[in-house]
């Protein structure tokens, strides 16, 4: 069964960085592709990025492009999301979740959630 905690948010001002973790305290993390998602105060969760079960290949929403990058150690069951020259619209409850890998990459269909971590970037 997959359990995920994240963390590693916080505040920071804006232009600064965080890295967020995600681990799974299961047996199974490198059968399911992995994802972060996040979800503003009164907007709906959205994509921010994911990756491949093996690492090999990941995707990002627009929104992050260039500025977040995805990673994962399977051997220490954790996905890694390192957010850098971060906006005040980044701030809001960032979310992993995990998906079996059984096809491509995907921003939604997720099977498991974590609780969320906030991250707050002031001006």
């Known amino acids: 069964q997959v359990q995920l905690v994240e963390s590693g948010g916080g505040l920071v001002q804006a232009g600064g960085s965080l890295r967020l973790s995600c681990t799974d305290s299961g047996r199974t993390f490198s059968h399911y592709n992995m994802g972060w998602f996040r979800q503003a105060p009164g907007k709906e969760r959205e994509f921010a990025a994911a990756i491949s079960w093996s690492g090999g290949g990941t995707y990002y929403a627009d929104s992050v492009k260039g500025r977040f990058t995805i990673s994962r150690d399977n051997a220490k069951n954790t996905v890694y999301l390192q957010m850098n020259s971060l906006k005040p619209e980044d701030t809001a409850v960032y979310y992993c979740?995990?998906?079996?890998?059984?096809?491509?990459?995907?921003?939604?269909?997720?099977?498991?959630w974590g609780q969320g971590t906030q991250v707050t970037v002031s001006s």
């Open positions: 979740a995990a998906q079996l890998a059984l096809g491509r990459l995907s921003t939604h269909g997720y099977d498991y």
